[in-house]
């Protein structure tokens, strides 16, 4: 059973920084691709980013410049890191791979 862990969210001001992780179990992560979803309240869940088996990226035009996706092979963890956050990136952040999801982090960005 795999299983994925999100951690990192919080309350940040604008233009302020965050770094999410997704930890898992049950699976190698590097084997895979692994995605970084997002949903706002009263939307439907987004793609922001993810990182191929061999490390391809790719990013939602409203973050690019902004977020970066990485993975540490030997921790068994991606990452996500948010800098230049904007109030329109409050949402939960899910991190996703196969047909698994995390439970979620709740990131907001207010003054």
């Known amino acids: 059973q795999l299983q994925l862990v999100e951690s990192g969210g919080g309350l940040v001001q604008p233009g302020g920084s965050l770094r999410l992780s997704c930890a898992t179990s049950g699976s190698t992560l590097e084997d895979y691709a692994t995605g970084w979803f997002r949903q706002a309240p009263g939307k439907e869940r987004e793609a922001v980013a993810s990182?191929?088996?061999?490390?391809?990226?790719n990013y939602a035009d409203s973050v690019k410049g902004r977020f970066t996706i990485s993975r540490d092979n030997a921790k068994n963890t991606a990452y996500l890191q948010m800098n230049s956050l904007k109030p329109e990136d409050t949402a939960v952040y899910y991190c996703?791979?196969?047909?698994?999801w995390g439970q979620g982090t709740q990131v907001t960005v207010s003054s």
């Open positions: 990182i191929t088996s061999l490390r391809i990226t």
């Open positions: 996703s791979l196969l047909q698994y």
